[in-house]
């Protein structure tokens, strides 16, 4: 079984990529993740919640 690179709880480093155009935020994880997993995540400021991949170590990346 692979180890959780982003556990419930944890701040992750969130990063958007469309094109050129990258941006970074943080947000709080809503679930364990895997290398390539799809995970829960809540934004800090909104409280909104959204999908991400995990990427790396406390790292999701949102693919638009």
Request: overall charge negative; charged content about 30%.
């Amino acid at each position: 079984m692979e180890r959780a690179l982003v556990r419930k709880g944890d701040v992750v480093e969130v990063s958007a990529v469309n094109g050129l155009l990258a941006i970074t935020m943080r947000a709080i994880a809503r679930q364990d993740g895997t290398d390539g997993d799809l995970i829960l995540l809540r934004n800090i400021d909104s409280a909104k919640e959204f999908s991400a991949r995990v990427i790396g170590e406390n790292r999701v990346e949102v693919i638009f």
